[in-house]
């Protein structure tokens, strides 16, 4: 009675066609391995496996070489006699409710996020938020783009609502931007924020690039604030905006692609050092736009070469050169006065 009634909460929501299908493993030049793994025969290196046992045929002829590159619209692809069936590529986004769990398979027969959408397309979740957990959750059949966007070297951001008990402080704010350990490892969080306090409870804004198995519940629970609620709102460029409990739509055209283009390529460490220099020389040519002291206006320091803190190293330096000049030229010329009046004693 439970999984129908979740069934008739769900619904579709409501906006213009996103025609964001298409069949697994499109295009006119994919390689072999790619276009089986997407028709559901396993993963790639399986499928390379098929092919190299001469399981595969390609217009009715064997193929066992790696590599080979077919067009899956024109050519007809046979595994082991029979004609493979290539699923269409079906993306969406949900607004799980609390109650709902994200996995495929339960024993119990509880409602899971899948039913909600009552696709039989070999639907799944991406990552999975805990049962007690609710908010955006992306549903697909596309399992190369699921693996990316899960896997941690792609760095690829979730964005969280959290609403913790008591006043969480800057000390324990800063110990988990810092990283807590905990039993499976460090969990590090990109970024956290407050975002509104109450006389009881503090609702925070967190960032996380890598999912542990609630881990944003056992971080905060280490510096010792429980957590109440829990709502995710956005992966990557996919927010879940004004999306209703329970309801879900297909992921628009841009959405997709800019999720392709975010897990193109992985976010390796190099590539992340680039990207703090550039912050860093960004932030070096905005302080060279400060304006400096006029001349007129700078005051004596406390360094005794006449600057103040708006003057810069160089114009110090030259400060100091003058200063000395006018010290040497000072003691030359009373040396040279002295020196005249000793001859005109000598000479009378």
């Known amino acids: 009675m439970a999984k129908e009634s979740s069934r008739k ?4 929501y409501d906006q213009r066609p996103a025609r964001t299908s298409r069949r697994a493993g499109d295009g006119s030049n994919v ?30 002829t064997v193929v066992s070489e790696l ?49 909600l959408i009552g ?42 609502t959290v609403r913790v008990a008591g006043s969480i402080q800057r000390e324990q704010l800063a110990e988990v931007r810092q990283g807590v350990y905990l039993s499976d490892g460090k969990a590090n969080v990109e970024s956290i924020r407050v975002k509104r306090r109450h006389k009881q409870t503090t609702e925070l804004e967190m960032v996380l690039a890598e999912g542990k198995n609630r881990e944003i519940r056992r971080v905060l629970a280490r510096v010792g604030h429980k957590v109440l609620q829990l709502k995710r709102i ?29 897990t193109s390529e992985p976010s390796t460490p190099s590539t992340r050092r680039k990207f703090a220099k550039r912050k860093a020389s960004t932030g070096n040519d905005k302080r060279k736009n400060v304006k400096k002291t006029p001349r007129s206006r700078r005051k004596p320091g406390g360094d005794g070469r006449g600057t103040t803190p708006g003057t810069t190293r ?5 400060a100091a050169r003058n200063s000395k000049k006018r010290s040497t030229n000072s003691a030359s010329g009373g040396k040279r006065k002295q020196a005249k009046k000793r001859n005109v004693r000598k000479h009378g």
């Open 9 to 12: 909460r769900s619904r579709r």
């Open 31 to 60: 390689r072999l391995q790619k276009v089986l793994a997407a028709a559901g025969f396993g993963s790639r290196r399986h499928c390379e496996g098929l092919i190299t046992d001469g399981r595969v045929q390609v217009d009715r």
């Open 67 to 115: 590599g080979v590159k077919v067009d899956p619209e024109s050519q007809e692809i046979r595994v082991d006699g029979d004609v493979i069936e290539r699923p269409t590529l079906r993306y969406y986004v949900l607004n799980k409710p609390q109650g709902v769990l994200s996995t495929n398979a339960d024993p119990d027969g509880r409602v899971r996020v899948v039913d």
């Open 119 to 160: 696709d039989s397309s070999h639907l799944f979740t991406i990552g999975r938020l805990d049962r007690s957990s609710e908010g955006l959750i992306i549903v697909t059949n596309d399992g190369d783009m699921a693996n990316k966007i899960a896997h941690p070297s792609y760095q690829v951001n979730k964005v969280y």
């Open 234 to 262: 956005a992966i990557g460029p996919v927010r879940l905006g004004e999306l209703p409990e329970g309801a879900y739509r297909e992921l628009t055209v841009s959405e997709v692609k800019a999720l392709k283009l975010l």
């Open 314 to 318: 160089k114009s110090a330096r030259g």
